[in-house]
């Protein structure tokens, strides 16, 4: 089971609280600008961070396959039969490497970054093989 980690989470949480609050701030001071700003701010890391407290595990298998997460905080079950290819898409810019785990199942293609496992997706990619085949 890979999951978010629960510390970032809570700092998603505290940035939207913090964005809530300059906005409030900002609209008492007449500062129509830093309003504009802030408010789609709050909202967008505030639903980040919500979708990290109800769908905190982003990827878990079995011996029938594998659940995804799904949607905003849905769920689906993969078999492992449906899984067409597992791998890893690492990419290098500005001297910073980053990597995404692909899972494509032929009509849909799930993509997780190593925030949304809380662990490196290589490994995860290496225990998918493992267990899949």
Known sequence: MWKVRREL???KILGALACAGLGVYWFFGGDLRGVILAVPAAVL???MGLRDVLA?????MDEDGITVVHGFAGKRHVPWEAIWDVKVDVRRRWGLRSEMLEIDTGDHLHIFSAHDLGASPTEVAAELRRRGT
């Open 56 to 60: 905190p595990v982003r990827l878990s």
């Open 9 to 11: 989470a809570v700092f």
């Open 45 to 47: 890391v505030g639903a």
